[in-house]
């Protein structure tokens, strides 16, 4: 399912004192099978953005087309729905949206209420909970008894349940310590692997560097810039989009300012910053 924003402009509290434009004629396509990062700015629109994914916002100007779903101004959407099922979003910190007895019966929840029997939404819901490692031991546990990060993870086993064709994580590494982000990280990359279009919000650019095919800078509610992880942080003008370097990008560049040739565009994470320092030292 292909995305496209066409002029979307969005306003909170229209004719309020409150008035405020989140989006400001942003036009951008994601490809089918793509894994694509928002990036930008604590208030630069990104949470704005997704909720226009599965029509929980709708634009105030423009479109949002997503295959055959095409959302606007004051239309309503009647198979809103079935967009629903195929856009499954996981918001910042959804640990706190567990609200069921058992982690099973939460897991269950969204698999049931889009019309799976008892039966089916168990297998999806113990399927969901297997990818992001949560062992049947904690099927019939409260999900209040469970760790910070666990909880997350069954958050997010509930929205894997409804096996949709595009996923969106807004900062689902928040919070989470080094460990905790490579497995979560891992667990999206195998399912963007099977063919699921992931969509990730994140303010870690060594995450955005490692996984992301195409990143989507937002400033101020407008698109500074579309581009690969590689052409963003090597662009010139970096340091006006007022983003991070990734940690081993820094180093990347410090060994090069040494005399070290690495070539920058195989730096992904550690592990090829290291193929690029053994294969430099084997040069010489
Ligand atoms: P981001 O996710 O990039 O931090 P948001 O999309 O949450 O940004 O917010 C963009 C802007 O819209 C911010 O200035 C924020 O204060 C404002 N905003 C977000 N949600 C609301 C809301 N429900 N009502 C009014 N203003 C909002
Ligand atoms: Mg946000």
Known sequence: ???????????????????????KDINLEILEGSFTAIVGHTGSGKSTLIQHLNGLLLPEEGRVVIADFVLEAKKTIKNIKALRKQVGIVFQFPEYQLFES????????????????EEEAKAKAQKALE??????????????????????????????AMEPKILVLDEPTA???????????????????????????SHDMDVVLEYAEKVIVLQDGKVLKIASPTELFQDE????YSLEMPIVYQFAVALIKKGIAIDLTKVKNPETLAKEIVKARDVK
Do not use: C, W
Not at 102 to 117: C, E, I, Q, R, S
């Open 237 to 240: 003008n970096f340091e006006s």
């Open 175 to 201: 919070g989470l310590d080094p460990k905790g982000i490579d497995e979560m990280m891992h667990l999206f990359k195998e399912i963007h692997d099977k063919g699921t279009t992931v969509i990730l919000v």
């Open 131 to 160: 990818l992001v490692k949560i062992p049947p031991s904690y099927y019939e546990k409260s999900p209040f008894a469970l760790s910070g990060g666990e909880r997350r993870r069954v958050a997010i086993a509930g929205i894997l």
């Open 102 to 117: 058992t982690v099973l019966k939460d897991v269950m929840f969204a698999p049931k209420n889009f019309g799976a029997t």
């Open 1 to 23: 399912m292909p995305i496209r924003f066409e002029k979307v402009s969005y306003t909170y509290g229209k004719k309020t004192p409150f008035e405020y434009q989140a989006l």
